[in-house]
């Protein structure tokens, strides 16, 4: 069974930093092109981040450019996503994703889908 499991996730003051982990089970995640997105209330799901199968190329929206790393670790099979300076706009839950397709941003391109985590920044 495949299954990605985000970790992480919890609340944070305006300006702080958290970082969330994504693991994977019946799934090799060296394979495949990792992301990151999130969902607002009331807003569509966003791109946040994308790394490719070695993780030599990556790709962030603007929102998060300069604040947000997202890296891999392929022999433990994870995913981290680090993200300092933190605004209330960035409060929403935050899913990991995995696509067989080189670096994407959208979000159809993307098969494999995590449980999400919630991030909340308080102002």
């Known amino acids: 069974q495949v299954q990605l499991v985000e970790s992480g996730g919890g609340l944070v003051q305006a300006g702080g930093s958290l970082r969330l982990s994504c693991t994977a089970s019946g799934l090799t995640l060296r394979a495949l092109t990792m992301g990151w997105f999130r969902q607002a209330p009331g807003k569509e799901r966003e791109f946040v981040a994308a790394s490719s199968w070695i993780g030599a190329n990556t790709d962030y929206s603007d929102s998060v450019k300069g604040r947000f790393t997202i890296s891999r670790d392929n022999a433990k099979n994870m995913v981290y996503l680090q993200m300092n300076s933190l605004k209330a706009e960035d409060t929403a839950v935050y899913y990991c994703?995995?696509?067989?397709?080189?670096?994407?941003?959208?979000?159809?391109?993307?098969?494999?889908w995590g449980q999400g985590t919630q991030v909340t920044v308080s102002s």
């Open positions: 994703a995995g696509s067989g397709r080189p670096l994407r941003t959208a979000d159809y391109e993307y098969y494999y």
